[in-house]
């Protein structure tokens, strides 16, 4: 059996792309070989040190031919409806598209060979239910919580992990920082603010920017890091601060938003209690249980003291959080997939 697969933002190492590599290896697991349509073979060895995970049985090919010849087919939409042939094709979408003007006659002519429109979050389906007139089905993205794990001993350090880029959304770091440097003015000095994520794709200036407002703090910028280092820093947190989103209406401009938030999930298996903007689909994460949700940047601050301040709250969230995160196990993803093939 064949399988295809498909991604235009492969090189941008995200979370589209980490999910992308759960299909490959859940497909492989059903005993596919998959095919990977992209230009440059070298994009595997990339896939397998950011995510760290092996794709054997996985090859890469200039063109799948939208699946014809193949058992099944997955595309990731980047808002378009393409015409698939193989015997088996899913859309996936990772973003929540509004206002392209996709209820056409000719993209239900093309849905016609869709078997599944999968979405990322409730979140997303929202809007892609309303914008091209489905019933798609919500997939979880998928956390590897067994290599998450909180370190023995946890050190004073914040965490945020997403890429140095406003291609898309808003992730906005530069919001992190500023709040960081207010902690650091009220005296806590001896804690660490780490900014993890990919810079290869839209980085521009934003981390010369970032770097150049952090000038002077206890500031960590972990650009590219391979999965080893990502998990090792991560493990050592105690605190995950994600700013995806700030100041943006979600309304509007959905696209901007955290569509999941697999990062933040990563962070809880890990024990870090996370505090995340409270958008998109942060708020399918995270609940007054296992960590907290901001609107403005002084809520984050205080949030954040009173979780330093106080070691015992800080412990149960802590515990909660690892707890929560089993919902988004491999397991459960590769049995929801398994079960649309």
């Not at 933002?9 to 005993?31: Q, S």
């Not at 087919?73 to 980047?78: A, E, I, P, Q, R």
């Not at 909660?320 to 993803?333: C, G, H, P």
Request: with cysteine.
């Amino acid at each position: 059996m064949k399988a295809a697969i498909v991604n235009p933002y492969f090189d941008t190492l995200g979370g589209g792309e980490r999910y992308t590599m759960a299909v490959a290896t859940t497909l492989v697991k059903l005993g596919y070989s998959v095919f990977l349509q992209w230009s440059d073979e070298t994009i595997k060895e990339k896939l397998e040190a950011r995510f760290g995970i092996q794709l054997k049985g996985v090859q890469i090919v200039d063109d799948v031919k939208r699946g014809d010849g193949y058992d099944v087919c997955f595309w990731l939409s980047d808002g378009s409806i393409p015409l698939l042939r193989a015997k088996k094709n899913i859309i996936h979408f990772q973003f929540p598209f509004q206002g392209v003007n996709d209820r056409t006659l000719l993209n239900k002519m093309k849905l016609w060979r869709v078997n599944s429109v999968v979405c990322n979050s409730e979140f997303t389906k929202r809007f892609i239910d309303r914008e091209f007139g489905v019933n798609s089905v919500v997939v979880y993205p998928p956390v590897d919580t067994v290599s998450f794990k909180p370190k023995r001993k946890k050190e004073n350090k914040i965490v945020y992990v997403g890429r140095f880029s406003a291609l898309t959304q808003s992730k906005r770091q530069d919001v992190l920082v500023d709040v960081f440097h207010e902690l650091q003015k009220q005296g806590y000095k001896n804690w660490r603010l780490g900014l993890i994520g990919g810079a290869e794709i839209g980085a521009g200036h934003i981390l010369s920017d970032l770097k150049k407002k952090a000038r002077g703090l206890s500031v960590d910028f972990l650009e590219g890091a391979t999965f080893a280092k990502l998990r090792d820093y991560v493990g050592k947190s105690k605190l995950f601060w994600s700013a995806s989103g700030f100041e943006i209406d979600e309304t509007k401009e959905p696209v901007k938003v955290e569509h999941f938030g697999i990062t933040v999930v990563e962070a809880m298996s890990a024990g870090a209690v996370p505090l995340v903007y409270k958008a998109g689909g942060h708020l399918e994460i995270v609940d007054n249980n296992n960590g907290y949700l901001w609107e403005t940047k002084e809520q984050l601050l205080n949030q954040t003291i009173k979780l330093i301040n106080d070691p015992k709250t800080w412990r149960s969230y802590s515990m909660r959080a690892i707890t929560e995160s089993k919902k988004y196990s491999y397991e459960r993803f590769e049995k929801e997939f398994s079960a649309i093939i």
